[in-house]
């Protein structure tokens, strides 16, 4: 044993100085010595270690975010585009927004239009059976989506660099000639009926459609089809809402991956030149409006955790109000174990796994201030009782220096995630474009950020999170929530929103 042991310490030897770069040959020449003797020769790091982590000091943070400026092309006068080139792998990622507004302007409708943007990409096209247009993405191991929403309409490819000019050619086939293919019909229909009757069946999905059903008042943008409506849908209504769609007369695009740039705006210049375009839309979508009737409402279900959301009104950006409060609702709840509730509730409580906050960021309608958490229905009161005292108590006293300082470097220092890749800022320039958002945006953003005072978070909270302003929806057993005050008790037959 000794001898083996010996054997292997002078081999770890010889192989230690191989790695620094010694020949072999030259390794076995030198003398033997054992692991502690070369340990011991080993420069000494004179450095002294930090007493705790609070003690290391890291380089200042400084980030200039990408300028949308430099990677926008113009097609021509109504078609503006973002490209970046990308050789880390040999895959294009394009995407393509239509600024196309749509609102049904029946209920009847809805259903269909539901079912649209599915079947634009599983129908089928003129050329292609549904089957064959599987066959051929996974054969080259593609992705090809598209859908048609509220406000924006959007074609989605991605390949390997290679295929792209196949799958310009397909993007266009599919999208500008579907088929709307009869038995693709069936399957979506029967995945939407069966998704209805059960979108109820988890308890976040009562209260999302409690949020609404409490917060705005009816529009034709929250309206339900119902399971029966699915099933009643025929291609012909498909193809009679499909006129028009991925045909606006403005488009911006997104592209990134292995290519040159110029020879990419070439080829991108051929494929929108044949591009149709349809009459100017002329749509005007309603707003969401408020309801702004503050008070508890409950939906009642068998549970034994409590699904809760505060929310109350905030503003449509850009705002002046919109970044303090985003500090403020960082330190209140949005900073995850650093926030306020997190802290009380759950750390100091033990009354909640996860609870947060955040100030809505909406460009197209007036957004909301929300807090979300679940907890034990036996804890709902006190949980609650935590959260407004805890608004009261910031709206009162403001943030420590530690803490707004925490916040502004935390929001800050996320700002590179945004561009984490190419694609997804090719994707965010876009976006970006079609909200009106400035080319200095994300340089404002820093100084926004920056600028935000301690009486500003305190005016902020005070100002949007005012208990009093809030509306409480609840998902659990009535019988057992009777001490979180007074509420309403909604049916959960009602949340559907259908005029």
């Known amino acids: 044993m000794k001898k083996s042991l010996s054997v292997l310490a002078l081999a770890s030897s010889a192989a230690i100085v191989a790695c620094a770069g010694t020949s072999e040959k030259e390794a076995k020449s030198l003398p033997s010595k054992n692991m502690e003797s070369v340990v011991s020769e080993a420069p000494k790091?004179?450095?002294?270690?930090?007493?705790?982590?609070?003690?290391?000091?890291?380089?200042?943070?400084?980030?200039?975010?990408?300028?949308?400026?430099?990677?926008?092309?113009?097609?021509?006068?109504?078609?503006?585009g973002y490209v970046i080139e990308d050789k880390t792998l040999p895959?294009?990622?394009?995407?393509?927004?239509?600024?196309?507004?749509?609102?049904?302007?029946s209920i009847q409708n809805e259903a269909a239009h539901e079912l649209l943007s599915a079947m634009f990409r599983r129908g089928g096209s003129k050329k292609l059976s549904p089957q064959a247009l599987d066959d051929s993405l996974e054969f080259i191991a593609a992705s090809l989506a598209g859908s048609v929403g509220?406000?924006?309409?959007?074609?989605?490819?991605?390949?390997?660099?290679?295929?792209?000019?196949?799958?310009?050619?397909?993007?266009?086939?599919?999208f500008l000639s579907p088929a709307f293919d009869e038995k693709a019909l069936e399957i979506q229909k029967a995945n939407a009926a069966n998704a209805y009757e059960h979108r109820f069946d988890n308890p976040s999905g009562i209260l999302s459609a409690l949020e609404n059903y409490v917060n705005y008042e009816p529009n034709p943008r929250?309206?339900?089809?119902?399971?029966?409506?699915?099933?009643?849908?025929?291609?012909?209504?498909?193809?009679?809402?499909?006129?028009?769609?991925?045909?606006?007369?403005?488009?911006?695009?997104a592209i990134s991956g292995d290519f040159s740039k110029d020879s990419m705006v070439t080829e991108?210049?051929?494929?929108?030149?044949?591009?149709?375009?349809?009459?100017?839309?002329?749509?005007?979508?309603?707003?969401?409006?408020?309801?702004?009737?503050?008070?508890i409402y409950l939906v009642d279900k068998d549970i034994t955790q409590a699904n809760i959301s505060l929310m109350a009104p905030f503003v449509k950006r850009p705002h002046e109000?919109?970044?303090?409060?985003?500090?403020?609702?960082?330190?209140?709840?949005?900073?995850?174990?650093?926030?306020?509730?997190?802290?009380?509730?759950r750390s100091n409580n033990g009354l909640a796994y996860s609870i947060h906050s955040r100030a809505e960021n909406d460009y197209r309608d007036q957004g909301f201030v929300t807090i979300h958490l679940q907890t034990k229905v036996e804890s709902a009161a006190t949980a609650l009782q935590i959260i407004h005292a805890e608004i009261a108590k910031l709206a009162k006293e403001g943030p420590t220096?530690?803490?707004?300082?925490?916040?502004?470097?935390?929001?800050?220092?996320?700002?590179p995630s945004l561009f984490d890749t190419p694609a997804s800022t090719t994707v965010l320039f876009a976006r970006d474009q079609l909200l009106g958002k400035k080319d200095s945006h994300y340089i404002d953003y820093v100084n926004e950020i920056n600028a935000v005072t301690k009486d500003q978070v305190k005016a902020m909270i005070a100002k949007y999170f005012d208990s009093s302003k809030m509306t409480t929806s609840i998902v659990g057993p009535a019988d057992k929530l009777k001490d979180v005050g007074t509420f309403t008790q909604i049916s959960i037959d009602s949340l559907d929103i259908r005029k």
């Open 45 to 80: 790091k004179t450095d002294s270690l930090p007493a705790t982590y609070k003690d290391i000091v890291f380089p200042e943070f400084k980030y200039i975010a990408p300028n949308a400026a430099d990677a926008r092309v113009k097609i021509s006068e109504n078609i503006t």
């Open 91 to 105: 895959l294009i990622h394009f995407n393509i927004f239509f600024d196309e507004p749509y609102v049904n302007d």
């Open 150 to 174: 509220t406000f924006t309409s959007v074609i989605s490819v991605e390949c390997m660099a290679k295929d792209f000019p196949q799958m310009l050619s397909l993007s266009k086939e599919v």
């Open 222 to 253: 929250l309206w339900n089809a119902t399971a029966e409506e699915f099933r009643k849908v025929k291609r012909e209504d498909l193809v009679k809402l499909a006129e028009g769609h991925f045909q606006s007369g403005k488009i911006i695009f």
């Open 268 to 295: 991108l210049k051929k494929y929108f030149e044949s591009w149709p375009s349809s009459a100017k839309n002329n749509t005007v979508v309603p707003p969401l409006k408020h309801k702004n009737k503050p008070g």
């Open 321 to 345: 109000d919109y970044y303090p409060t985003a500090v403020a609702s960082f330190i209140l709840g949005g900073g995850s174990f650093s926030s306020r509730l997190m802290t009380q509730v």
């Open 401 to 415: 220096d530690e803490e707004l300082a925490h916040a502004k470097k935390t929001l800050i220092e996320s700002l």
